[in-house]
């Protein structure tokens, strides 16, 4: 079973950036399709982003493409969610969450987020000035 630790969060203004972490122990991530996902107060979660176990396949949501970005690096068992341009309605705890595929190296989706197993405890990003 792996366990999942976001870092990285914190507060910025309007067009600023941050990179997100979610470290991986227990397991290789490269086991794992990875989702990112938000939670703002009195909203549901929602997807951002995820990358396959192979890294090759990505998707963002609407809200993301074009100024987020997500990678893995393998060799430090960590996904990566980099957030450029960031806006107030970004603001939310963010979650990465990951999901065991053995055979599909190129799977993985933003919703539902129950597809999903394991979570991390969330990271704060506040975007004001």
């Known amino acids: 079973q792996v366990q999942l630790v976001e870092s990285g969060g914190g507060l910025v203004q309007p067009g600023g950036s941050l990179r997100l972490s979610c470290a991986g122990s227990g397991r290789s991530l490269g086991e794992y399709a990875i989702g990112w996902f938000r939670q703002a107060p009195g909203k549901e979660r929602e997807g951002v982003s995820c990358?396959?176990?192979?890294?090759?396949?990505?998707d963002y949501a609407d809200a993301a493409k074009g100024r987020f970005t997500v990678s893995k690096d393998s060799a430090k068992n960590t996904v990566y969610l980099q957030m450029n341009s960031l806006k107030p309605e970004d603001t939310a705890v963010y979650f990465c969450?990951?999901?065991?595929?053995?055979?599909?190296?190129?799977?993985?989706?933003?919703?539902?987020?129950?597809?999903?197993?394991?979570w991390g405890q969330g990271a704060q990003v506040t975007v004001s000035s």
């Open positions: 969450a990951a999901r065991s595929l053995r055979f599909d190296t190129s799977r993985c989706t933003i919703r539902p987020t129950t597809w999903y197993e394991y």
């Open positions: 990358i396959s176990r192979s890294g090759r396949n990505t």
